[in-house]
């Protein structure tokens, strides 16, 4: 037991640090050092900085999920934009909550990684896929109860999801207020995916 709660404990303080300082700026000494063990000992449980960074990745994924399946649990919406918009605004929420996942998620390091290591790569595409499945069910519902038009789900849960990301991307360098285009963000997502009703005009 002493073993597993060292280890998340490590996971934990890594993803803190690459959060704020990036792959390059951190060194397993540091995270040892603020973990609060031994510096050698860090390597028991990780080989690498490499496996330890993957292993956050792999604990973003996890946490993301959870939460995400913790939010819907339960609840019933009316219409598969109602639970559009309702993915979108817990996705908002919980890169705030949990801001550290989406800085590691945004850092370039990990995609530049991504495109040389397929370990990495998988990781990725594992989180993204995971996203785009929320929003996709959410389109999909709505195409069965006739309030979303006839579409591509995942591509445009794909362009849903890029939307987000840069957004937020432009928080995270602190150009511009997420919150702020929130409400612009759901007009646009609903007038894209939204079947538009026919009115019969009557002379």
């Known amino acids: 037991m002493k073993k597993i709660n060292k280890k998340k404990r490590i996971l934990a303080i890594a993803g803190e640090l690459f959060a704020e300082k990036g792959f390059t700026n951190t060194s397993m000494t540091e995270v040892a050092e603020v973990a609060g063990i031994a510096g050698a000992t860090i390597f028991y449980h990780f080989k690498s900085k490499k496996e330890l960074f993957l292993a956050v990745l792999d604990d973003v994924k996890s946490g993301i999920l959870h939460e995400f399946c913790g939010y819907f649990s339960g609840q019933v919406f009316s219409t598969g934009i109602d639970m559009l918009e309702a993915a979108i605004a817990y996705h908002l929420d919980l890169a705030e909550s949990k801001k550290k996942w989406f800085l590691i998620l ?11 290591d397929p370990v990495c790569r998988s990781h990725l595409v594992n ?15 709505g195409q069965e109860d006739g309030s979303v038009r006839p579409l591509p789900t ?21 150009l511009y207020d997420a919150a702020a285009l929130y409400e612009e963000l759901l007009v646009s997502c609903r007038h894209m ?4 009703v026919c009115k019969q005009v009557q002379n």
């Open 127 to 141: 989180i993204y896929d995971c996203l785009v499945a929320i929003f996709e069910q959410a389109l999909d519902k």
């Open 106 to 116: 945004n850092h370039h390091y990990v995609h530049e990684l991504a495109l040389v």
């Open 193 to 196: 995916v939204q079947k538009q």
């Open 154 to 174: 995942r591509k445009t849960a794909l362009v849903i999801l890029a939307m987000l990301n840069g957004i937020l991307q432009m928080e995270n360098n602190r």
